[in-house]
């Protein structure tokens, strides 16, 4: 049986603030909860909001600024410095409310560029052992180019020759069935190709990024295959539920979630 996180900047929205979505994450069946922007929270008071839930926090994403429309800088040349900043201040945040998952953005480059490519590289080998030390798996997720058009990863692939250019423990791949499917299809056999890199799947209904019981991909088939292959981690519900989030989690009563 997959282990299964609610994505708090998708889920719960019904909630003001994410120490309330915390307490409805785990009222509703969640052992765990993943966060996109976690940090205009105080990272105790969301600490403190955990464990009184008794949920864990699987993952942040290291600082960015939306409104700006940037999406990271693990790998744009030249701004270095930049990133190391962002991950020190995530390694910090997930220190006190106890996160094991950062996902390291890369930021908009051509996918082609050898220079995008070599600095993400060198960026992540220089993080890896202060993550290590800490206990932190960095991420890297390839994100489909309709959703994020211009992100430098778009390809479970090419995510994956980078983790493995890295040669890091604490470095793996963040998997979306979401992007994958968007940008490439086949997700099955994607997810077969790099499962050996992967640190944490993440779902939701293509193309409108709504409940896995919507679209173009058998969730219930998809999830019995990653059951076969092994897969222990956590998966991540990150989808809109424009009818609710109570609606929005029913197709997920047999998995023990709880839809009210």
């Known amino acids: 049986m997959p282990r299964f996180d609610a994505n708090l900047d998708y889920l719960f ?11 409805a994450a785990a009222k509703a069946g969640f052992k765990g909860v993943e966060m996109l922007r976690p940090y205009a929270t105080p990272a105790a008071e969301l600490g403190a909001a955990l464990a009184a839930a ?20 693990a790998a744009l040349p030249g701004a270095e410095a930049i990133f190391e900043a962002e991950i020190i201040q995530a390694l910090d945040y997930a220190a006190t409310i106890g996160a094991g998952r950062i ?19 060198a960026n992540l080998r220089r993080a890896a052992p202060e993550a290590q030390r800490r206990g932190v798996t960095l991420l890297i997720e390839p994100l489909n180019g309709h959703d994020q058009p211009g992100y430098f990863l778009n390809r479970a692939e090419q995510g994956a020759e980078i983790v493995e250019a890295v040669g890091h423990p604490a470095v793996r791949l963040q998997f979306d069935c979401y992007h994958t499917q968007v940008q490439q299809g086949d997700v099955l056999r994607r997810l077969q190709g790099v499962l050996d890199l992967v640190g944490h799947i993440q779902i939701a209904g293509p193309p409108a990024r709504v409940s896995p019981d919507q679209g173009e991909v058998n969730y219930p088939w998809l999830l019995a295959e990653i059951d076969v292959l092994g897969y ?10 424009p009818e609710g ?14 839809a009210s």
């Open 54 to 73: 008794g949920v864990e926090a699987v993952l942040i994403n290291s600082p960015t600024d939306p409104e700006k429309g940037t999406m990271g800088h």
């Open 103 to 121: 996902h390291a953005l890369s930021g908009r480059a051509d996918p082609a560029s050898a220079q995008a490519r070599d600095t993400l590289i």
């Open 245 to 258: 989030t109570s609606a929005g989690l029913a197709w997920a009563v047999p998995y023990g979630i709880r």
């Open 13 to 23: 929205l019904e909630q003001d603030g994410l120490p309330a979505r915390i307490a």
């Open 232 to 241: 222990d981690g956590w998966i991540g519900f990150e989808y809109r539920c």
